[in-house]
């Protein structure tokens, strides 16, 4: 009898052994996917901290104002045909909506070169859920939507290559009068 139980916990043993085995072996296999990862991470983001590096502290600033005006869909239009703004500058820009009545409700939308339209039907097709703003690359910034007498503030930094880009209020049917240019220099 004594016998047969030391068998039994020789067994036992052997098998507790051979999973200890297992989870060791487990462990180094996660721990040598882990550490590959980390490596990935420090690799992919040694990258933008350079970048980061360049335009802190030294990043112009660049202040300017754009007003929404007009009170019907035939007069709406913004104050600015232009906003020029030095390449990779930080622009803080103040969005002005002089409407009256609630249906005039905009926003200030900058795209890549002659992307506005498309940035403004895709907007439109887009609805009020998404904010009439579509998840594009051509899209640089977005305002949110101002209504009737607000105005905002919004910042961002100006694309590095200088070129003609636009801006754009992409609430429906706005587009075809509300769009101008950034000059970027
Ligand atoms: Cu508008």
């Not at 949110?144 to 200088?162: D, H, N, R, S």
């Amino acid at each position: 009898m004594i016998r047969r139980i030391y068998k039994l916990c020789l067994a036992g043993s052997c098998l507790l052994l051979w999973n200890c085995n297992q989870a060791t072996v487990d462990e180094a296999a996660v721990s040598e996917a882990e550490e590959a990862a980390i490596e990935d991470t420090s690799t992919a983001s040694s990258a933008p901290v350079v970048e980061e590096k360049t335009d802190t502290t030294l990043q112009e600033i660049e202040e300017i104002t754009l007003r929404a005006t007009g009170n019907t869909l035939e007069e709406i239009a913004f104050s600015e045909d232009t906003l020029e703004v030095k390449a990779m500058s930080l622009v803080k820009l103040t969005f002005i909506n002089e409407g009256v009545d609630m249906p005039m409700v905009h926003n200030v939308v900058f795209t890549t070169p002659d992307k506005y339209k498309q940035v403004a039907v895709a907007g439109e097709k887009l609805g009020a859920s998404g904010n009439y703003v579509p998840e594009m690359p051509a899209v640089i910034a977005a305002s949110p939507m101002v209504l009737p007498g607000q105005t905002i503030e919004m910042e961002f930094t100006a694309p590095t290559k200088p070129g003609a880009y636009n801006f754009v209020c992409t609430y429906p049917d706005h587009w075809q009068r509300m769009h101008g240019i950034l000059l970027v220099k």
